[in-house]
């Protein structure tokens, strides 16, 4: 776990990653981002991980997935981002930090905000609708780059818009976006090709994806792993698996929770990276899994409790003190553990 690896052109120092870890601390008028930003991902960038992928981002307005988050919509909200990249380059030179965007769709906060289908008052997005949303994941992708990231990571998890588009409870269109398998990967393979076009050929571009949306059903395995392989023809540089109910509470017997949906799809992928996500917290099982099939090692929770546990596993530590206890998640508020502070 703590030789170098690639992604794309990008060389991580070692093979942890810190998930992306949403703030709940921007300006909420213009989400643009505040000073509480910088102790964070200052403390992150004194820990020695190999990419820290920053909270995500929503690339239009109407796509702000929940308060206080920031944004990437439009320049304005450049300057802030480019202060948290400069901020984790300087803290060691070896950091890399990547930006992950996204849109809500039917779990925005706007009620304009358009969908898969009707849900909960929320209009079916048009074609017109579904054009504007790529366009806008491809021009964010852009602010990515002038911000200053080393990678942009695409949110196609845990039942926000393109999850949605791939899960056929949510996907009830008869139209080119929806039904099969391969009209439901449309969205995301579209803007993928969007954002490729934006950030170039070179650019390291990674997906967040459910490997299936258990329990619901409306998206297996099988075809995780088959959206998988197409994006691994197409370019993509790596995937981070992940499903829904993203933030189980963790017990010996489901610690590391989508072990086996990452296995599954880790046949279909050659020789693009997987990422694996969920429960992860005990060094010796992290390391298996890395010499199984695991190329790197996503955490979240276990960052918020030890910003520095990278290096307490290099000096032996066994495992994580995060309990997951979800309290950082329930009361939205990233910036200290809850158990440390009791
Ligand atoms: C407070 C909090 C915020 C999160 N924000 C995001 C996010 O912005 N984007 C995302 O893809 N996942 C987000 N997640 C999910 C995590 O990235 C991760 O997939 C999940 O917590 C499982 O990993 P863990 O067991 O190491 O915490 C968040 C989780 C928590 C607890
Ligand atoms: S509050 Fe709970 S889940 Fe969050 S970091 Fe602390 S122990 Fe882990």
Same mark, same amino acid.
């Given at each position: 776990? &703590?030789?170098?690896?690639?992604?794309?052109? *990008?060389?991580?120092?070692?093979?942890?990653?810190?998930?992306?870890?949403?703030?709940?601390?921007?300006?909420?008028? /213009? @989400?643009?981002?505040?000073?509480?930003?910088?102790?964070?991902?200052?403390?992150?960038?004194?820990?020695?991980?190999?990419?820290?992928?920053?909270?995500?981002?929503?690339?239009?307005?109407?796509?702000?997935?929940?308060?206080?988050?920031?944004?990437?919509?439009?320049?304005?909200?450049? /300057?802030?981002?480019?202060?948290?990249?400069? %901020?984790?380059?300087?803290?060691?030179?070896?950091? *890399?930090?990547?930006?992950?965007?996204?849109?809500?769709?039917?779990?925005?906060?706007?009620?304009?905000?358009?969908?898969?289908?009707?849900?909960?008052?929320?209009?079916?997005?048009?074609?017109?609708?579904?054009?504007?949303?790529?366009?806008? &994941?491809?021009?964010?992708?852009?602010?990515?780059?002038?911000?200053?990231?080393?990678?942009?990571?695409?949110?196609?998890?845990?039942?926000? *818009?393109?999850?949605?588009?791939?899960?056929?409870?949510?996907?009830?269109?008869?139209?080119?976006?929806? @039904?099969?398998?391969?009209?439901?990967?449309?969205?995301?393979?579209?803007?993928?090709?969007?954002?490729?076009?934006?950030?170039?050929?070179?650019?390291?571009?990674?997906?967040?994806?459910?490997?299936?949306? /258990?329990?619901?059903?409306? &998206?297996?395995?099988?075809? @995780?792993?088959?959206?998988?392989?197409?994006?691994?023809?197409?370019?993509?540089?790596?995937?981070?698996?992940?499903?829904?109910?993203?933030?189980?509470?963790?017990?010996?017997?489901?610690?590391?929770?989508?072990?086996?949906? @990452?296995?599954?799809?880790?046949?279909?992928?050659?020789?693009?990276? %997987?990422? %694996?996500?969920?429960?992860?917290?005990?060094?010796?099982?992290?390391?298996?899994?890395?010499?199984?099939?695991?190329?790197?090692?996503?955490?979240?929770?276990?960052?918020?409790?030890?910003?520095? %546990?990278?290096?307490?596993?290099?000096?032996?530590?066994?495992?994580? /003190?995060?309990?997951?206890?979800?309290?950082?998640?329930?009361?939205?508020?990233?910036?200290?553990?809850?158990?440390?502070?009791?």
């Amino acid at each position: 776990m &703590f030789n170098p690896g690639n992604i794309g052109e *990008l060389k991580l120092q070692n093979r942890f990653i810190r998930s992306a870890t949403a703030e709940f601390i921007a300006n909420d008028e /213009d @989400g643009t981002i505040t000073e509480e930003y910088y102790p964070l991902y200052s403390n992150l960038g004194l820990g020695e991980i190999g990419l820290i992928i920053q909270g995500h981002l929503y690339v239009m307005d109407e796509g702000k997935a929940h308060t206080h988050m920031a944004g990437i919509a439009n320049d304005m909200q450049i /300057d802030g981002l480019k202060k948290i990249t400069k %901020l984790v380059h300087e803290a060691d030179k070896r950091n *890399l930090i990547a930006a992950q965007l996204n849109h809500g769709g039917a779990n925005s906060v706007s009620t304009k905000t358009a969908s898969a289908r009707e849900d909960k008052g929320v209009k079916v997005m048009s074609g017109e609708d579904i054009e504007n949303v790529i366009k806008g &994941f491809g021009a964010a992708a852009l602010r990515v780059k002038k911000a200053g990231y080393d990678a942009v990571q695409i949110h196609s998890a845990h039942g926000y *818009l393109l999850s949605q588009f791939l899960s056929t409870k949510t996907n009830k269109r008869t139209d080119s976006w929806g @039904g099969s398998l391969e009209n439901r990967a449309r969205f995301l393979l579209t803007v993928y090709h969007a954002i490729r076009a934006a950030v170039g050929p070179n650019y390291p571009v990674l997906v967040k994806m459910n490997g299936s949306d /258990d329990p619901l059903e409306g &998206f297996t395995v099988e075809e @995780g792993a088959k959206v998988a392989s197409w994006l691994a023809n197409e370019g993509l540089d790596a995937i981070e698996v992940s499903g829904m109910k993203s933030t189980r509470p963790v017990k010996k017997a489901n610690e590391g929770y989508f072990v086996a949906t @990452g296995r599954r799809i880790s046949h279909h992928i050659g020789d693009m990276p %997987l990422i %694996l996500v969920g429960g992860l917290r005990s060094q010796t099982q992290i390391q298996e899994l890395h010499d199984e099939f695991a190329d790197f090692i996503s955490l979240c929770r276990p960052f918020i409790r030890e910003p520095d %546990l990278v290096q307490k596993f290099r000096s032996g530590k066994k495992r994580a /003190d995060c309990i997951s206890c979800n309290r950082c998640f329930k009361e939205r508020i990233v910036t200290k553990c809850f158990e440390l502070e009791d």
